[in-house]
């Protein structure tokens, strides 16, 4: 099995910020990318940011400039810095893995359980 376990979602005013972290576990082969997507209610889950092994990242139009993707390749773990949090922010965000498991034969999304951030004063 594979388990991604986000943390670090919360209530912030408008404006502050916030760190989004995630570890990847279990029957791990190979990662080949990380990212985090939110979904409101209401809404679709859209992406936020995306983070290749190779390659360039990709944000969002309307995080772009605010919020930094980083990640830890040897470690599995995938973290989101939200600067300026705007209450159009708000959403429920979920992590997300490309990962190819142990003995398996090709790479599939696997997701975390999501985690609250709320902008408001």
């Known amino acids: 099995q594979v388990q991604l376990v986000e943390s670090g979602g919360g209530l912030v005013q408008p404006g502050g910020s916030l760190r989004l972290s995630c570890a990847a576990s279990?029957?791990?082969?190979?990662?080949?990318?990380m990212g985090w997507y939110r979904q409101a209610p209401g809404e679709q889950r859209a992406l936020v940011a995306h983070?290749?092994?190779?390659?360039?990242?990709t944000y969002a139009d309307s995080v772009k400039g605010r919020f930094t993707i980083s990640r830890d390749i040897a470690k599995n773990t995938v973290s989101l810095q939200m600067n300026n949090l705007k209450p159009d922010d708000t959403s429920v965000y979920y992590c997300?893995?490309?990962?190819?498991?142990?003995?398996?034969?090709?790479?599939?999304?696997?997701w975390g359980q999501g985690t609250q951030v709320t902008v408001s004063s």
């Open positions: 997300y893995g490309r990962i190819l498991r142990n003995g398996g034969s090709r790479f599939d999304d696997y």
């Open positions: 279990g029957s791990i082969s190979r990662i080949l990318a």
């Open positions: 983070a290749p092994n190779a390659g360039s990242t």
